[in-house]
């Protein structure tokens, strides 16, 4: 076999950068409108750990894929090698933001702590993505799609499309000329002219505008070398394991669907003719997810979706590293700043209306069969509950009330608002999400041997305090007995299913 080697760049490679840039930036950009304008953390937390070390990450990531594909190109003797596309994963950035992060800006109110849990939260994440490539193809075979992407689009729904839109109606001068240009684009699929990216415009767009209309101030102060200690970064994480147990119950689910995205992603480019190894792969996203926490980044990284469209335009490793040399100098060196200097808060809120709309299309569109739909509008409910819960209790803090007592949950009762069952839903809202969305899909596949058995699983989780709870620790609570009968009784009718069945002209929803 003649050996090759794959050239440090080719043509193919733009249409890599622009890809791996376009989608890692809008990312960044939604990640810093949260963590400044909705959570209020200092800059120096945002520009001066978060973002570098998200950077370092993705660099790591853009460097090591290089490599897997110059090393893939060697030893089958091929040229044609295209490196697997990384970056920050969007659906867990969003679980991130809003599941782990939003209840622990709001619980404990100090941003510095709160860096320190998410910090460690996500290296715990990275540790889990890597344990995932040994228990991820019997997760995948079991878990229905529907379980994994309804309980993603539920955050989507009522936490990013809502902050989205809000935001637009609080400066709708900038915010709706911005947002009707991104869905005519991106939704509508109008193609602008020389193919110029719907979101490019409607962002570049927007900027400009926001300038005019005196809205921003091109600041660039912001530049400079700024890097975490990685010393500091160990020290974070130690602290924040201290607080964590509570956050398991978000941590755990949304790791298992970043290693089952990252698998997923990893066959589509073994099936474009690159035979990678999904193993090599989950444990390297795993890896620099670590690497990215230690160095202050909260925000996991994955293989992304995209390898077969990038082979068909020929790139090969060059759009990897570059992208990735790219990324890590511009979070390290303040670039981001600058960007944030002329990024009004609105336009980052036209990107969260703009994935929220993907994700949740994406749930139903992808969750296959197609008769899985009503199992991802299970899946939505739970997070429907905790912005609820969140909604109404920041409401009675304003006013000095900053517990629910039986007295007042009462009094919410009573005046209409619907507060009965809610709290308990909150809880372990992803995991719980996750569960009642399995239950559906087997149901609806007419397994209800298999809908018991994740009753048991809930009635387990419960029983542990992973859902329902705000705080681990064993308890024979209503919720375990709730789900231990339910599971009993799929199982037990799964007995009889010779003779309790589903009529062949049944219409599923």
């Not at 090969?316 to 700043?337: H, K, P, Q, R």
């Not at 991802?376 to 912005?387: E, G, K, L, M, W």
């Not at 009462?410 to 992803?430: D, F, H, P, Q, R």
């Not at 681990?472 to 199982?491: D, E, Q």
Request: with cysteine.
């Amino acid at each position: 076999m003649k050996e090759r080697k794959l050239p440090l760049f080719r043509s193919g490679d733009i249409g890599g950068i622009a890809y791996t840039l376009a989608g890692n930036i809008v990312n960044y950009i939604i990640v810093i409108g949260v963590l400044l304008y909705v959570f209020e953390w200092p800059e120096y937390l945002v520009f001066g750990r978060v973002i570098p070390g998200m950077s370092i990450g993705l660099m790591g990531s853009g460097f090591y894929y290089a490599w897997m594909a110059n090393r893939l190109a060697k030893n089958e003797g091929r040229s044609d090698v295209t490196a697997l596309p990384s970056g920050v994963s969007t659906p867990a950035m969003f679980v991130y933001l809003w599941g782990v992060i939003a209840p622990l800006n709001y619980a404990i109110g100090d941003p510095e702590k709160v860096w320190m849990v998410a910090v460690a939260a996500t290296f715990l994440g990275g540790v889990i993505e890597a344990l995932g490539s040994f228990v991820g193809p019997w997760l995948r075979k079991f878990l229905p799609r529907a379980a994994l992407l309804g309980t993603v689009g539920g955050i989507a729904l009522v936490w990013m499309i809502n902050k989205g839109f809000y935001d637009v109606y609080a400066d709708p001068i900038l915010g709706m000329p911005v947002l009707i240009i991104a869905i005519i684009g991106l939704i509508g699929g109008y193609v602008f002219p020389k193919k110029i990216p719907a979101l490019l415009v409607a962002v570049v767009g927007g900027i400009v505008y926001a300038i005019v209309l005196g809205r921003v101030k091109p600041d660039v102060s912001g530049f400079g070398f700024t890097l975490t200690n990685p010393v500091d970064g160990v020290k974070a994480v130690i602290n924040g394991m201290k607080l964590i147990g509570p956050y398991l119950a978000v941590i755990i689910p949304i790791q298992i669907y970043n290693f089952i995205e990252t698998m997923d992603n990893v066959e589509s480019a073994i099936a474009a003719g690159d035979k990678y190894n999904v193993r090599e792969a989950q444990i390297a996203d795993g890896s620099m997810t670590m690497l990215s926490a230690i160095f202050g980044g909260v925000i996991p990284n994955t293989v992304w979706l995209g390898h077969p469209g990038l082979k068909k335009g020929k790139a090969g490793s060059g759009y990897s590293w570059i992208s990735g040399l790219v990324l890590g100098a511009a979070g390290i060196f303040g670039a981001y700043a600058f960007i944030n200097s002329i990024m009004p808060p609105v336009i980052a809120a036209i990107t969260f209306v703009w994935c929220s709309i993907t994700i949740i299309v994406q749930a139903f569109r992808e969750a296959r069969p197609f008769r899985h739909g009503a199992a991802v509008v299970v899946a939505f409910i739970p997070h429907i509950a905790d912005y609820i819960y969140t909604e109404v209790t920041l409401a009675l803090s304003s006013q000095g009330i900053y517990e629910v007592t039986p007295d007042i949950a009462s009094a919410l009762t009573n005046e209409g608002v619907m507060w009965a069952g809610v709290t308990e839903l909150k809880y372990g809202a992803i995991l719980t999400g996750m569960l009642w969305a399995a239950i559906t899909a087997f149901i609806i596949d007419k397994r209800l041997d298999k809908a018991g058995y994740v009753g048991l699983v809930a009635a387990a989780l419960a029983l542990v305090g992973f859902i329902h709870s705000p705080s681990l620790g064993i308890s024979l609570n209503p919720y375990f007995y709730g789900y231990l009968i339910m599971g009993i009784i799929c199982i037990v009718l799964n007995l009889f299913k010779g003779s309790f069945t589903v009529p062949d002209d049944y219409d599923y929803i």
